[in-house]
């Protein structure tokens, strides 16, 4: 397990993986991610991340564990390696402006805060269906 990324070009380099975003997208349908909550699909891949690492508090590539700030600093630098205008992406400031606590409004921090319990609920409730789906078709 290494340590969450400090720098962007640290962070933006797991986008240059072939495999990444598509292990993403898969994890992020295992958690019942559902994208970008409240604001445009854009980057919609980043925001499967951002939720991921909120449902986890951990980095999906290295595993180290994060703080809600890594994961909201993540989302912004994620948002910018993917934009055409890159480090000054507006979208990727005020996404990262609203949710950080410590330099802007703090949105987010319930989602933070219940995370993990939400997500072993969805996973337990994915169990019990398809369990029932095999009930049924074995009837």
Sequence with gaps: MGAPAQ???GYSSRWTISAYKNRVKAEAARIGSD???????FFV???YEHDIHYATHKDFLTGAPL???????????GIQHHS????QSPMALWRWWAL??????GLGSRAWETGPERMRKHLALASIGSHAEEWWVGA
Excluded at 35 to 41: R, Y
Excluded at 67 to 77: G, N, P, Q, S, V
């Design 35 to 41: 994208g970008c909550s409240g604001v445009p699909d």
């Design 100 to 105: 950080s606590k410590k330099k802007g409004v």
């Design 84 to 87: 055409c205008l890159g480090r």
């Design 7 to 9: 720098t962007y070009r």
């Design 45 to 47: 891949d980043v925001c």
């Design 67 to 77: 703080t809600k700030e890594d994961a909201d600093r993540y989302l912004r630098w």
